[in-house]
């Protein structure tokens, strides 16, 4: 049954949009004799402040033999430092009224804290002290060990499902780093010497790797005055070397079969697409939404409302640094084999590929499009974020207001153009999830 939406609330959905895309976005930013880059975002409507380092260090910066190290320290470096005991990090914010996390990716490793904002110079501080002092050595190695194994115990291995990208990526990657797991390697981790993690951090975890990015209730003299007493003393280290690895192109299908712990089946394509930022990238991600996003999606009507072939189904471009891919992931319905689903799901792709999309459903698209961009902006901590991320990849904090154009650019002949041109059949690894075998 379709949702009835009041025109009252569509209007007042419409105002938000337009109010949010005049409130450009403002900020400032320097770079330190040291080569940290600092971006400050002033916000005072709520009296909070997040305060963020994202270092350029992904799992595709890692030795072939010693994967794993970008996630791992994200672990390690809320063990402490040579000023904070173990186990005190985390109680500095929470003490404080705050909440922390941090994440890695492919391609970087992000710390943030959101505080209250008369707390801004204890978040400084924080990291700075994970940036110069961390402590790295064999007893919270050891701990955080276990604890990123217990991680992929339940997040991948015991996980329905859980292990897809990684299957997935391993056939569509042969020579780019991006064939191996952002998690990495247990065996890895567990071959490593102390060392190797000290040379990890010692080569990674440098101010000319990173970008502090603050945003929030600040004053901008403070936040300046705060960034280079903190960080402003700690020494430049060596430029970074960038894997230079260049994928080839697949040139034909790659298919296999995945016996998990399952009870349906399930289809994973994974197609070759260019890096984020391309002009190629918007269309294919905005061909993503128009498969999967929401209930009146291509791919929800036609398999789960319609043809009742799936009870799941979704498309997932990644936005990477270097070429990456995007994931057609479908879990079928009960009696539907992995053969009709992936005939049905090939079979809405092939419509895009052969039909331009109406102007009604290009207009709804866009209005996703641009819903989304903003939402991302909504929150004082999504607005950290994206500031660092686009300095980070593209050069260019002011991205920050001026890539919804890009998204907007793209026409209706372009989503047909990347449909035929990356999701074909030569540029694409398919996996068929299986139930193990019942044992007697």
């Known amino acids: 049954m379709r949702k009835i939406i009041s025109l009252f609330t569509m209007l007042l959905v419409f105002a938000t949009i337009a109010s949010s895309q005049m409130n450009k976005i403002e900020f400032q930013e320097f770079t330190l004799d040291n080569g940290l880059h600092v971006i400050l975002h002033k916000d005072s409507t709520t009296p909070i402040v997040a305060v963020s380092v994202m270092y350029h260090v992904g799992s595709k910066n890692e030795d072939p033999n010693r994967t794993g190290f970008a996630h791992f320290f994200e672990h390690l470096l809320f063990e402490g430092s040579d000023n904070i005991q173990r186990g005190e990090y985390d109680k500095y914010v929470e003490q404080a009224g705050g909440t922390l996390n941090a994440n890695t990716t492919f391609d970087r490793t992000y710390y943030f804290q959101v505080l209250p904002s008369n707390q801004l110079e204890l978040g400084c501080w924080l990291e700075s002290e994970r940036m110069m002092h961390a ?262 904090a002011n991205l920050i207001n001026t890539e919804l154009d890009r998204y907007l650019a793209v026409t209706k002949e372009d989503i047909m153009r990347v449909a035929n041109q990356y999701y074909n059949k030569n540029n694409r690894v398919v996996l068929h999830y299986l139930p193990k075998p019942q044992e007697p």
């Open 135 to 396: 402590k790295v050595e064999e007893k919270g190695i050891e701990t955080q060990r276990e604890v990123v194994k217990e991680e992929r115990r339940q997040r991948i291995d015991n996980q329905p499902y859980g292990n897809l990208l990684e299957e997935s990526f391993k056939r569509a990657f042969t020579v780019h780093p991006y064939h191996w797991p952002v998690i990495g390697s247990m065996e890895h981790l567990n071959a490593a010497q102390e060392q190797d993690y000290k040379n990890f951090y010692k080569n990674f975890y440098i101010p000319n790797n990173a970008i502090l990015s603050i945003a929030g209730d600040i004053d901008y003299d403070h936040a300046k005055a705060f960034a280079n007493k903190y960080f402003g003393g700690i020494p430049r280290g060596a430029e970074v070397k960038r894997p230079t690895a260049v994928e080839p192109p697949l040139l034909h299908e790659v298919r296999d079969t995945i016996y998990d712990n399952i009870q349906l089946p399930a289809v994973v394509e994974t197609y070759r697409i260019p890096a984020q930022g391309t002009p190629d990238y918007y269309a294919v991600s905005m061909l993503g939404t128009l498969l999967s996003q929401g209930n009146s999606s291509r791919f929800n009507k036609a398999l789960i409302d319609e043809q009742q072939k799936a009870v799941y189904v979704g498309n997932y471009p990644l936005g990477l640094e270097d070429p990456g891919a995007s994931l057609v992931f479908g879990i079928c319905s009960m009696g539907v084999t992995v053969d009709q689903l992936e005939e049905a799901m090939d079979a809405e792709i092939q419509k895009i590929q052969t039909q331009l999309i109406s102007d009604e459903e290009f207009q709804k698209l866009k209005n996703q499009v641009e819903n989304d961009f903003v939402s991302s902006n909504s929150r004082i901590a999504g607005i950290a974020e994206n500031l660092a991320n686009y300095e980070m990849y593209f050069g260019d």
